[in-house]
C-alpha cells in the first residue's frame, strides 16, 4: 500500500477530530447549529454565522463525482510510484465538497456526476485516508 | 451551488472619484529567461532603472515603494537608496499585481506619496520554483498546484458547457503568435500550431503543456504618480480610468465551484467607474496563469455568456490582425513569460503609448486588464487625450 509514503495530513485543533474519526472508519463534518448546514475544512466557527454553534455530525459517506483530474507531474517524492495518479472532487451529499482520491474505478471510467461512496484504506501507523469509490447501486 | 448568495454587480451613478487621476510614468522591464548570475533584487534594480530613465525620475524622486517577490522591501530599498514615506511588500500570488497598483493608486489619491515605484522581480527559473507540492490541506491525496485547480475546474466546465480542450488551443495559440512577434518574447521565434497544442504532453489532466504559462526569471517596475505630475514628465502618460475588485473565499479551500463567474461579474462596474464602455476597448490584457482563466475571464466579464467562452474565441478573436479583441500581445504569460500579471499591465501600457512596434494594436486608445481568481479584478487604462 502506497500510503506509506504520501504526505501525512497536517492536523490542527479543528480538524484533529475529523482524521480520530477516520481511524474508526466514520466521516464526520461539522453542522452550523443555526443553519443545519455543514462546512469543511474543520473551522473554529461556521462559515454560515462567524459563531461557534456547532456540532460534529456523521456523514452519509455519499456524494457525486463534479469533477476530476489526473496528475502526470511529481510534486511529492512519496507519490512518484503512483503516477499518474486521480484527484477527484466530490461534492458530498450534505453539501461540502472534498479532494479524495479514485478507489476501485479508473479515471477513463469515472463521470462527473457519478455516485460516489467513501472507503477508507489504511497504512502504517494508522494512518488511514478516505477515499471514494463507485457507490452501491440503490443506496 | 455556492454556499453564499451571488454577487450582482453593483451600479454606479456617481462618477468614481479616482477616475484618470493616476497615471503611469515609467514602465521597464528586464529581459525574460535563465539568469543563474543574478536574483531578484539585482533583476528587480534593473527594471527600475529602466522605469526611472523611462520617467525621467532619479531615485530620490521615489518616495512610496511596493516590491512583490523581491524578498525585503528594506533591503530593496537600501541597495536602491530610496527612503520613502510609504512602503509595503505585497503577496506573492499573481493576482497581488493589480492589487499592488490599487494600493499605490490610493496612496497617491490619498497624499500619501507622491511617486510610487512598484517593483516584481522573479528568480523562479533559476531557483527551480516549483509551484506546487509542501504541506497543504490536500497534499495527502495528491491535490497540489494552481494548474491541477485550474484543471478540476476546466474538466467541469467542459461537462457543464460542452467545451472542450481543443477550445483553448485557440488561446494558446494567439498568444503564441503574439510572441512571435515580440522580439523580447521567450517564445519568440516558435510557432505553435493547435496540432502542436492537442498534442502536447499532458501535465495534469485535462491540461497539457501549452496550456501552462512558462517560469522565467526576470522583473517588472512600474512608476506611477497623480495625472497632473505626470503631465510633466517624459512619456505621455497612461491613464488609470477603472479599477474594480471583487474576492470571493467560500470554496472550502478547493477549485471554485463557480470558476469565479460570482466575483468575476461584480468586476463589470469597472466600466462605469471608466466611464469607458466594451466597445471603445481596443484590445484586452488577460492574466493567463492557465488557458481555461482567459475564458473564465471572458465570461465573467461579460464578452460572452457563462459557457461560450469556447465559441467566442474559437475562430482567432484573440488574435491580433485577425480578431476583434487582441488580447496579451506580448505573448502574455503563456508564450511571453509569467511575470504574474506585471508584464501584461506593462504591455498594456506600452501599448496605449503606441511602443509595440510590429505587434501594435493599431491606434490603440483603451485596454482592459481581467484577473480571474477568488480575487477578481479588472483595470481600465486609457491614453491620454
Given at each position: ?139 | ?124 527559473r533559476s531557483v527551480r520554483m516549483q509551484y506546487g507540492g509542501g504541506d497543504s490541506q490536500w497534499a495527502p491525496w495528491g491535490m497540489t498546484s494552481p494548474g491541477a485547480i485550474h484543471a478540476m475546474m476546466w474538466r467541469r466546465h467542459m461537462h457543464q458547457f460542452g467545451t472542450t480542450h481543443a477550445d483553448l ?217
Amino acid at each position: 500500500m502506497s500510503l506509506a509514503t504520501r504526505p501525512r495530513p497536517v492536523v490542527d485543533v479543528w480538524s484533529r477530530p475529523f482524521w480520530e474519526a477516520c481511524r474508526e472508519h466514520k466521516l464526520i463534518l461539522q453542522r452550523c447549529r443555526a443553519t443545519g448546514q455543514c462546512f469543511f475544512p474543520p473551522a473554529p466557527v461556521s462559515p454560515f454565522t462567524g459563531k461557534p454553534a456547532w456540532d460534529w455530525v456523521t456523514a452519509s459517506g455519499q456524494g457525486e463525482l463534479w469533477s476530476f483530474v489526473v496528475f502526470h507531474q511529481s510534486y511529492f517524492e512519496g507519490m512518484k510510484d503512483e503516477m499518474p495518479y486521480p484527484v477527484a472532487m466530490v461534492k458530498l451529499d450534505e453539501g461540502p465538497y472534498l479532494l479524495t482520491n479514485l478507489a476501485g474505478i479508473d479515471a477513463a471510467d469515472a463521470t462527473i456526476g457519478m455516485r460516489l461512496a467513501v472507503g477508507f484504506p489504511g497504512g502504517p501507523d494508522g494512518f488511514v485516508l478516505p477515499q471514494f469509490g463507485p457507490a452501491e447501486q440503490a443506496s | 451551488m455556492s454556499i453564499h448568495t451571488p454577487i450582482a454587480a453593483p451600479a454606479l451613478n456617481a462618477p468614481w472619484p479616482l477616475r484618470d487621476k493616476i497615471a503611469f510614468a515609467g514602465i521597464g522591464t528586464t529581459a525574460y529567461g535563465n539568469f543563474p548570475d543574478t536574483d531578484s533584487y539585482g533583476l528587480g534594480c534593473e527594471a527600475l532603472n529602466g522605469a526611472l530613465d523611462d520617467a525621467g525620475l532619479k531615485p530620490s524622486d521615489i518616495d512610496g515603494l511596493i516590491v512583490n517577490r523581491i524578498p525585503s522591501y528594506e533591503r530593496f530599498a537600501e541597495i536602491m537608496g530610496i527612503d520613502p514615506q510609504y512602503c509595503l511588500m505585497t503577496e506573492a500570488p499573481g493576482r497581488f499585481a493589480s492589487v499592488s497598483l490599487a494600493l499605490a493608486a490610493q496612496a497617491i489619491a490619498t497624499g500619501a506619496a507622491k511617486h510610487v515605484a512598484l517593483v516584481y522581480g522573479n528568480n523562479g527559473r533559476s531557483v527551480r520554483m516549483q509551484y506546487g507540492g509542501g504541506d497543504s490541506q490536500w497534499a495527502p491525496w495528491g491535490m497540489t498546484s494552481p494548474g491541477a485547480i485550474h484543471a478540476m475546474m476546466w474538466r467541469r466546465h467542459m461537462h457543464q458547457f460542452g467545451t472542450t480542450h481543443a477550445d483553448l488551443g485557440a488561446v494558446s495559440t494567439a498568444f503564441r503568435h503574439h510572441a512571435c512577434l515580440n522580439p523580447d518574447a521567450v517564445m519568440h521565434g516558435r510557432p505553435m500550431t493547435t496540432a502542436d497544442h492537442a498534442e502536447a504532453r499532458p501535465i495534469c489532466e485535462p491540461l497539457k503543456l501549452l496550456d501552462y504559462c512558462l517560469i522565467n526569471d526576470g522583473a517588472v517596475a512600474w512608476i506611477v504618480t497623480s495625472a497632473e505630475r505626470a503631465r510633466d514628465l517624459k512619456r505621455p502618460p497612461v491613464l488609470l480610468s477603472g479599477y474594480t475588485r471583487q474576492d470571493a473565499f467560500h470554496y472550502g479551500s478547493s477549485p471554485a465551484d463557480d470558476f469565479w463567474y460570482g466575483n468575476l461579474s461584480a468586476c463589470r462596474s469597472v466600466y462605469d467607474r471608466a466611464g469607458i464602455g466594451r466597445d471603445d476597448l481596443s484590445g484586452l490584457g488577460i492574466y493567463d496563469n492557465f488557458s481555461p482563466t482567459v475564458l473564465f475571464s471572458l465570461e465573467g466579464l461579460g464578452f460572452c455568456a457563462q459557457g461560450e467562452g469556447g465559441e467566442f474565441v474559437k475562430d482567432g478573436t484573440l488574435q491580433l490582425g485577425r480578431g476583434r479583441w487582441p488580447t496579451n500581445t506580448s505573448g502574455g504569460h503563456l508564450s511571453d513569460s509569467y511575470m504574474q500579471g506585471w508584464g501584461i499591465i506593462a504591455e498594456c501600457v506600452r501599448q496605449l503609448r503606441h511602443d509595440c512596434d510590429a505587434r501594435q494594436i493599431p491606434d490603440a486608445q483603451a485596454l482592459q486588464y481581467i484577473c480571474a481568481t477568488n480575487i477578481a479584478q479588472s483595470l481600465i487604462l486609457r491614453r491620454a487625450a
